[in-house]
C-alpha cells in the first residue's frame, strides 16, 4: 500500500511530497499513518534532517544502515522520523549512511529542486507538521 503524506515547515511556510510504502516496514507506516498529524521540531544532520521524538513506538523493521537519495525513514533509536536528502557526515564515497539501522518508510517525491529550495534551508528546531 502507498499513500501520500505532506511535510509541512510551518516557519517557512514551504511543503514536500512524502510517499509512504508499507512494503519494507508495513508496521512502522501502519504506526506512522496511526499517530497523523505528527507535529514536531526538525534539526537537521548533514544533509538529513530528523525529528525531536514523536509518539510512534516501533522496533526495527528490516532495519538499514545505508539509505538511498530521498528516503524517509523511522529511526527505532530516536522515535523519530528521517528526511535523508544527500551524505550525512558519516557517510562514505557514494554511501549515504545513517546512525544507526532505520526503517525504510517511504520517500520524498521531488518537486522543482526541493533539495536546494526547501530541504536546504531547514534550520534546526524548525516546526513540521507530517500529515
Not at 506512522?32 to 516501533?58: A, S
Not at 544502515?65 to 558519516?90: K, M
Request: aromatic content about 8%; proline content about 5%; hydrophobic content about 35%.
Amino acid at each position: 500500500m502507498k499513500r501520500l503524506i505532506k511535510g509541512v515547515f510551518l516557519d517557512i511556510g514551504r511543503e514536500i511530497s512524502i510517499e509512504l510504502d508499507d512494503s519494507r516496514s508495513p508496521k512502522t507506516v501502519q504506526a506512522i499513518l496511526e499517530n497523523l498529524p505528527i507535529e514536531v521540531k526538525i534539526n537537521r544532520w548533514g544533509d538529513e534532517l530528523y525529528t525531536e521524538r514523536t509518539q510512534i513506538v516501533e522496533r526495527e523493521e528490516d532495519g538499514k544502515r545505508q539509505v538511498n537519495l530521498f528516503d524517509v525513514a523511522y529511526w527505532p533509536e530516536g522515535n523519530a522520523l528521517c528526511l535523508f536528502y544527500g551524505p550525512t557526515p558519516i557517510s562514505e564515497e557514494g554511501k549515504i549512511l545513517a546512525y544507526s539501522p532505520v526503517n525504510i518508510v517511504g520517500r520524498i517525491i521531488p518537486h522543482n529542486n526541493e533539495k536546494e529550495n526547501v530541504l536546504g534551508k531547514i534550520k534546526a528546531s524548525t516546526r513540521v507538521i507530517f500529515k
